[in-house]
């Protein structure tokens, strides 16, 4: 089946849920872009559809496999934009907040832009959906870690639109200025080294 069938049938209740995602995943491993791409929405569709089946494995892959974090959190901010758009949604992904906070923070500080910029759209759209994840950001931006620091920036920057029913706080905006006009915090991310090693094993998970 193709990644974006098998995303189709994400609401049928006997679908192995690890299996799913092992068929998926491998798909991840292609060298055709599209078809990556095409499974990291799929793969994003299944979880949005059971959370209590697909969403654990989603974040449990993340954690695994950073080379291929990029498709995988993009799976990630699939489910989060699904569910951040109706009180409904954001009621059954809200008890995973502690579990999905945690781990973009770990993300915060890859190497590469591409990753940082992904963990940044997430973390700006479950804002959203879990208001208190603003503290956590604001503290962030005033770390040292320059890499984590600039994240948060741009977390803050995802988390505007026009119809947002939520207030930035004052110490929150404040911080967020702060940052944005430190031109140290521009020199580092342009010295952020362009290599990631990690475990060579992505057979299974």
Same mark, same amino acid.
């Given at each position: 089946?193709?990644?974006?069938?098998?995303?189709?049938?994400?609401?049928? =209740?006997?679908?192995? =849920?690890?299996?799913?995602?092992?068929?998926?995943?491998?798909?991840?491993?292609?060298?055709?872009?599209?078809?990556?791409?095409? =499974?990291? +929405?799929?793969?994003?569709?299944?979880?949005?559809?059971?959370?209590?089946?697909?969403?654990?494995?989603?974040?449990?892959?993340?954690?695994? +496999?950073?080379?291929?974090?990029?498709?995988?959190?993009?799976?990630?901010?699939?489910?989060?934009?699904? +569910?951040?758009?109706?009180?409904?949604?954001?009621?059954?992904?809200?008890?995973?907040?502690?579990?999905?906070?945690?781990?973009?923070?770990?993300?915060?500080?890859?190497?590469?832009?591409?990753?940082? !910029?992904?963990?940044?759209?997430?973390?700006?759209?479950?804002?959203?959906?879990?208001?208190?994840?603003?503290?956590?950001?604001?503290?962030?931006?005033? !770390?040292?870690?320059?890499?984590?620091?600039?994240?948060?920036?741009? =977390?803050?920057?995802?988390?505007?639109?026009?119809?947002?029913?939520?207030?930035?706080?004052?110490?929150?905006?404040?911080?967020?200025?702060?940052?944005?006009?430190?031109?140290?915090?521009?020199? !580092?991310?342009?010295?952020?080294?362009?290599?990631?090693?990690?475990?060579?094993?992505?057979?299974?998970?």
């Amino acid at each position: 089946l193709s990644p974006v069938c098998l995303g189709s049938l994400r609401r049928a =209740a006997s679908i192995n =849920a690890e299996y799913m995602g092992d068929t998926i995943f491998k798909a991840f491993l292609r060298q055709n872009e599209s078809v990556k791409w095409a =499974a990291s +929405h799929a793969l994003g569709s299944m979880a949005g559809g059971n959370l209590g089946k697909y969403l654990p494995l989603v974040l449990t892959l993340i954690e695994r +496999h950073p080379k291929n974090a990029y498709l995988l959190l993009n799976s990630l901010k699939e489910i989060i934009v699904a +569910h951040s758009s109706n009180p409904e949604k954001a009621d059954a992904i809200l008890p995973y907040s502690a579990k999905v906070l945690p781990l973009l923070l770990n993300c915060a500080e890859y190497p590469e832009e591409g990753v940082r !910029t992904m963990v940044a759209e997430c973390l700006g759209k479950f804002v959203t959906i879990n208001q208190a994840i603003l503290g956590e950001i604001e503290a962030l931006l005033n !770390t040292e870690n320059q890499i984590k620091r600039g994240t948060m920036v741009a =977390a803050i920057k995802y988390s505007l639109s026009k119809n947002m029913n939520f207030q930035i706080p004052d110490s929150t905006k404040e911080q967020f200025f702060n940052a944005l006009n430190d031109k140290s915090l521009e020199t !580092t991310l342009k010295d952020i080294p362009k290599e990631f090693k990690d475990d060579d094993d992505t057979s299974s998970f």
